[in-house]
């Protein structure tokens, strides 16, 4: 692969590994020596160090594609678990200190990280939703929202944040470095991708150059930096508490629910709209693939593949918008297809108040911040007191699944109404302005 520019690594420091004997157990299929999971993650690692040419490089990821290994659990797991083994290292007991500090501990939430976050790939060109949710969200959650520039669409949630006014936050200098100071602040941060993956810059050219959509894809939601294995906390909470994860294709659905279990995620959602959209439709059903504790035994404890302490539930069920008690919108008026300037001036507005409550991008956001809240835990609170302009009603009413998403919503125009989403949000643009370039 080619050397980055400004590389300090010499080409000689580390050698190349010849992937050549692997590549020739993968295809043509039905080797009698299967290449196992392990061995594909881990000639994926050398990616990521820069030790692999660029044809054998190219080559496994086509492999990867046409065979569909890389649509498998097992795969996929373990290719995300390799990715977060080469991510730059976080100041792991700074951030555990941070959290453990400012954790909110609310219904079944600990005030643990939260992410949402769509693979991207479904043509479908809406508004920046998962973005735009979870700085909602940030009203009441720990964020950890992990994002890149567009690949596959006009306006990604990076090109979305640097067009941001009236000034936009400096999401490149959220590093390792600076991540607790962060959390210090506000309850808002997004890990920008190839500053916490800087081993993917050497996969990018390659990536580029192919017309299929590779493994890398897919991994990418599976790969937030802040989740970590760490016995640094306090407490026995994970970081990364819980996640939404958007998929374009709806057979990919349970692999995902697989890959995070698979991987320990005790609190998490998989969602794929009908309409193969990698977020909850505002237009009719979502299918859902949903994670969550569960008490005195379950299907984890019968299953040894399974990491992660105590036993998890996953339940499979559909959500329309009549369950969050808004109207269906048809996906027509939510995808304008707008640049990222156009998006961000959406964005702005909704934060400020400025958008009609039956607008249809204003319920598609709702929605799926509601059902981050629901997901985190949160909206198991039997209580109310958010502060200014909450009434105390809780929603007690449950849907499908179980879940409050009523109650969600609730707290979601909340969020607006009250400015404490737009606090949140500015206090990230001055922290991020705060920091330094280097």
Not at 276 to 298: K, N, V
Request: glycine share 10%.
């Amino acid at each position: 692969m080619a050397k980055a520019a400004g590389d300090s690594i010499s080409a000689d420091e580390l050698p190349l590994i010849d992937i050549k004997p692997l590549l020739a157990r993968l295809w043509p299929v039905g080797h009698p020596d299967p290449v196992s999971p392990e061995e594909i993650a881990k000639a994926i690692s050398y990616f990521f160090t820069n030790q692999v040419s660029e044809v054998q490089a190219g080559s496994l990821l086509m492999t990867l594609h046409f065979t569909g290994l890389d649509r498998q659990a097992e795969v996929l797991a373990k290719t995300a678990e390799c990715m977060l083994k080469a991510a730059a290292r976080i100041d792991e007991p700074a951030l555990c200190t941070v959290i453990d500090r400012r954790r909110r501990r609310e219904g079944e939430y600990q005030g643990g990280l939260v992410d949402i976050v769509g693979t991207g790939g479904d043509s479908h060109n809406t508004f920046n939703i998962s973005t735009t949710a979870s700085i909602l969200a940030s009203s009441l959650l720990l964020i950890a929202k992990h994002g890149n520039r567009a690949s596959t669409s006009k306006s990604g949630s990076a090109d979305l944040l640097a067009c941001m006014q009236p000034q936009a936050p400096q999401i490149a200098r959220i590093r390792p470095d600076t991540i607790a100071s962060l959390y210090s602040n506000t309850n808002y941060g997004f890990l920008f991708a190839p500053v916490f993956h800087p081993g993917m810059r050497y996969v990018a050219p390659i990536r580029k150059q192919l017309p299929w959509r590779t493994i890398f894809n897919l991994v990418g939601p599976l790969a937030n930096p802040t989740e970590l294995k760490s016995t640094s906390s306090s407490t026995a909470d994970p970081l990364l508490e819980a996640r939404i994860i958007g998929v374009a294709r709806k057979d990919i659905g349970p692999v995902f629910a697989r890959a995070l279990r698979l991987a320990g995620a005790r609190k998490a959602m998989v969602v794929c709209g009908d309409e193969e959209l990698d977020e909850i439709s505002c237009a009719g059903d979502t299918l859902c693939w949903r994670i969550r504790p569960q008490g005195g035994g379950g299907p984890a404890d019968d299953d040894p593949s399974l990491a992660g302490g105590g036993a998890v539930a996953e339940e499979h069920f559909r959500l329309h918008p009549r369950d969050f008690g808004l109207p269906a919108h048809p996906l027509s008026e939510v995808s304008p297809g707008k640049e990222p300037a156009e998006n961000a001036g959406i964005l702005r507005r909704i934060l400020d108040g400025k958008v009609p409550e039956d607008d249809p991008i204003l319920h598609f956001v709702l929605i799926n911040a509601a059902a981050l809240f629901v997901v985190s835990g949160i909206c198991e609170a039997d209580t109310s007191d958010l502060g200014y302009g909450d009434d105390g009603v809780v929603i007690k009413e449950r849907g499908p699944g179980g879940g409050r998403w009523k109650e969600g919503v609730r707290r979601a125009r909340w969020a607006i109404r009250s400015g404490e989403a737009a606090r949140q949000w500015a206090s990230f643009v001055k922290v991020t302005s705060g920091f330094s370039e280097d």
